[in-house]
C-alpha cells in the first residue's frame, strides 16, 4: 500500500512552547489529509480535514488557533500546536488519501506529544 | 451524523482459534467499510475493507462480512496467531469525503 510518513514519532516540550508535526505522502499525491487526536485506550478523533491549497476544515470543538494546519503541497501537511498545554499530550496521528471518489486513506505512524 | 459501535471491547483467544469483532453504523449512506489494525504506538494500519456493493470479502485469513439491511459487519479471524495481538478499530464512512468514523476498538490477546 501506500505510504504515509510522519515526523516526528516522539517530541517532549515545554509548556507554553508551540510544535509542529508533518505528515508526507511519499509515493502518491494527496488530495485530501486528515488530522486525528488519540488518547491512551480510546479510539481515532477526527480533528480537521485539509485539502491542497484550501482551508482546513475543523470538527466541532477543535480550536482552529490553536492547532494550526497547513498543507501548501500534495506530498504534505503540518500541523502546529500553538502554546502547548499539559492537557493537549496526546497521540496524533495523521492520514492521506489520493484523488476522490472511493479510494482508501493510508495513516502515518503517529506522534507522541508530551507538554511538560 | 455516523455513528459507530464496535463490541467487543477486549478479546482472549488461543492461539490457532478463530476471533469476531462486531460494529454496526447509524448512517444508512454509509458505503466504505475498513478495519484497521493498530500496535502499540503505532499508526492504524489498514487490513481489509469492504463497500457496500458486496456482502463478503476475504483475504487469507481475514473475512468481513456487510449486512446492509441490518447495518452492521464484521470482522473474522481464523487460525489466530500471537501476531495478531493488536487494537483492531472498525470505520464507516460515505462519499468522496471519506471522513472515517471509527468505533471504539477491540484489544485482541491471541494467547500462545
Known amino acids: 500500500g501506500a505510504v504515509v510518513s510522519q515526523h516526528p514519532s516522539r517530541v517532549i516540550c515545554k509548556s507554553g512552547t508551540s510544535v509542529k508535526i508533518e505528515c508526507r505522502s511519499l509515493?502518491?499525491?494527496?488530495?485530501?489529509m486528515f488530522w486525528y487526536r488519540q488518547f491512551p485506550k480510546q479510539s481515532l478523533m477526527l480533528m480537521a480535514t485539509?485539502?491542497?491549497?484550501?482551508?482546513?476544515?475543523?470538527e466541532q470543538g477543535v480550536e482552529k488557533d490553536k492547532f494550526l494546519i497547513n498543507h501548501a503541497s500534495l506530498t504534505l501537511s503540518t500541523l502546529t500546536v500553538t502554546s502547548a498545554h499539559p492537557e493537549d499530550s496526546s497521540f496524533y496521528i495523521c492520514?492521506?488519501?489520493?484523488?476522490?471518489?472511493?479510494?482508501?486513506?493510508?495513516f502515518g505512524q503517529g506522534t507522541r506529544l508530551t507538554v511538560v | 451524523g455516523e455513528n459507530v459501535e464496535q463490541h467487543p471491547s477486549t478479546l482472549s483467544v488461543q492461539e490457532g482459534d478463530s476471533a469476531v469483532i462486531k460494529c454496526t453504523y447509524s448512517?444508512?449512506?454509509?458505503?466504505?467499510f475498513p478495519w484497521y489494525k493498530q500496535e502499540l504506538g503505532k499508526g492504524p494500519q489498514l487490513i481489509i475493507d469492504?463497500?457496500?456493493?458486496?456482502g463478503e470479502k476475504k483475504d487469507q485469513r481475514i473475512a468481513v462480512t456487510l449486512n446492509k439491511t441490518a447495518k452492521h459487519f464484521s470482522l473474522h479471524i481464523t487460525e489466530t496467531q500471537p501476531e495478531d495481538s493488536a487494537v483492531y478499530f472498525c470505520?464507516?464512512?460515505?462519499?468522496?469525503?471519506?471522513?472515517?468514523?471509527f468505533g471504539s476498538g477491540t484489544q485482541l490477546t491471541v494467547l500462545p
Open positions: 469492504i463497500r457496500s456493493n458486496v
Open positions: 509515493d502518491f499525491q494527496a488530495t485530501t
Open positions: 485539509s485539502n491542497e491549497g484550501s482551508k482546513a476544515t475543523y
Open positions: 470505520a464507516a464512512s460515505r462519499g468522496s469525503a471519506r471522513q472515517l468514523t
Open positions: 492520514s492521506a488519501r489520493a484523488g476522490s471518489g472511493n479510494t482508501e486513506a493510508f
Open positions: 448512517d444508512s449512506a454509509s458505503n466504505y
